[in-house]
């Protein structure tokens, strides 16, 4: 809920101050923060239609002195079904370098 209001708020002010010429919103990581998002996806491709869903984790490993973070991206529960056969291979966790902008 606290990622929606945030998103909900960001939003507001894009259409607030529209006008603006430019405006920049920093994170501020801490070391050890989660964020967790459930993704769901209807698919439709040439091979057929498809439900996937996963949870995906990031967290935040190390923040480096100009803001940046190295943030670990792990996922779970990942399923695929696709023509009625339920897949369920795994995902390598990755760990990215992200800017604070």
Known sequence: M???ISIATIALFVALFGAQDTFTIDRKYKVD???SYKVVAKLEME???GDA???VTQKVLKVHDNGDADVEVSAADEKLVMGGEE???GFTDIILRVDKR
Do not use: L, N, P, W
Request: charged share 40%.
């Open 2 to 4: 606290k990622r929606i």
């Open 33 to 35: 923060e989660k964020d």
């Open 47 to 49: 091979q057929g239609q």
């Open 53 to 55: 869903s996963m949870t």
């Open 87 to 89: 897949h369920t291979e």
